[in-house]
């Protein structure tokens, strides 16, 4: 889903939050703030868009979300254990009602046979509770970034229209 009607799917999704007075926060990695442009070039989106934060290190993922040395430690910084807590730990940090994360190999290097070029975790926290997607996508970088900001407005759009 790119949008619905002439709306691009992040003016749907700001309409739906304006609508009910909802606030958004992002926790992006992989996509170094993809996902928070497309969100702001919308008019209004102070509305509802609480604000993004771009933590590239595992340090960063420690410090300003708030996830686990022991999860990156065990899991890595691509997993669903990571994208979780970078999910619940934006969404309390910026007292959003709706959290998106994202954390992946946007290649063309980096990956293993393991987690491959092109693997990325969308996580979305939110009053119901957490989920995390994985999604796997090809070796060119400017398309994974892409397609992994798609993909995460796309769950984002779902949980709104479904709540």
Known sequence: IF???DDLIEAAI???????KLRLALA???????????????PGSSAYFTG??????????IALLGV???????????????????????????????ALSITGIAGPTGGTEEKP??????????PGGVEV??????KDRTINRERSAQAALHLLYQVLVDR
């Open 28 to 42: 992006e990695s992989c996509t170094g703030g993809l996902i928070a442009r497309r969100i702001t070039d919308i």
């Open 117 to 126: 070029v092109g693997l990325v975790f969308i996580g979305l926290a939110h």
């Open 68 to 98: 686990a040395p022991d999860t990156l430690e065990k899991y890595g910084a691509v997993s669903e254990e990571t994208a979780r807590e970078m999910a619940v730990g934006v969404r309390e940090k910026m007292r959003a009602d709706y």
């Open 52 to 61: 993004g934060v771009v933590a590239y290190s595992n340090e960063q993922k």
């Open 14 to 20: 700001g309409s739906m939050l304006a609508k009910d």
């Open 3 to 5: 949008g619905t009607g």
């Open 133 to 138: 997607k994985r999604r796997q996508f090809g």
